[in-house]
T-cell receptor, first 117, second 112 residues
């Protein structure tokens, strides 16, 4: 079946603009994760959804970052008033199991490269 | 101290050789371990998962886990130029949710 998809693939924003990044997980996957990857670094956890419930948002760097998954499928990561330090690749991953299940493999989408100028 | 440590490399091996990639982790609650491959400009691609001590083989790849030493490794046999990429080690830690903690990755170059 289809993998995880993300859009847009590239986004250039002027400092202070709001952006919205979309993730469409693998069909039937309960868990959805957002990670941020800076150049030369490994992905860093931002937030986690099980179905429509946001169970962990401990990695969101500031209150300018907001994520939702209202119907338990597609998710949107929104960044308000973007800053230069927000420039990174934003990766979405999905996983078959949920909390309480043995950790399942996570499958990543292609990512959105955000550049804030 | 980061939860997951990897030698950033670069690691260079000749074509046909065995490439050995290493990863150590700090939290003894780590319960699940994953290796991802990431080509330049692309997203991480899952290679293998390992949950129990010992070796797990899948084609040319072997993952090795030693929980007592808090060490997980990936061996790539008969390395090919197409294996040139950054290899990321990821762990899941019991009772911290389902998130993965990633190392910074090891850059591997296979020389034809």
């Amino acid at each position: 079946g289809a993998g995880v998809s993300q859009s847009p693939r590239y986004k250039v924003a002027k400092r202070g603009q709001d952006v919205a990044l979309r993730c469409d997980p693998i069909s039937g996957h309960v868990s959805l994760f957002w990670y941020q990857q800076a150049l030369g670094q490994g992905p860093e956890f931002l937030t986690y959804f099980q179905n429509e419930a946001q169970l962990d948002k401990s990695g969101l760097p500031s209150d300018r970052f907001f994520a939702e998954r209202p119907e338990g499928s597609v998710s949107t990561l929104k960044i308000q008033r973007t800053q230069q330090e927000d420039s990174a690749v934003y990766l979405c991953a999905s996983s078959l199991g949920g909390t309480g299940d043995f950790p399942y493999e996570q499958y990543f989408g292609p990512g959105t490269r955000l550049t804030v100028t | 101290q980061k939860e997951v440590e990897q030698n950033s490399g670069p690691l260079s091996v000749p074509e046909g050789a065995i490439a050995s990639l290493n990863c150590t982790y700090s939290d003894r609650g780590s319960q699940s371990f994953f290796w991802y491959r990431q080509y330049s400009g692309k997203s991480p691609e899952l290679i293998m998962s390992i949950y129990s001590n010992g070796d797990k083989e899948d084609g040319r790849f072997t993952a090795q886990l030693n929980k007592a030493s808090q060490y997980v490794s990936l061996l790539i046999r008969d390395s090919q130029p197409s294996d040139s990429a950054t290899y990321l080690c990821a762990v899941n830690i019991l009772n911290t949710g389902n998130q993965f903690y990633f190392g910074t990755g090891t850059s591997l170059t296979v020389i034809p």
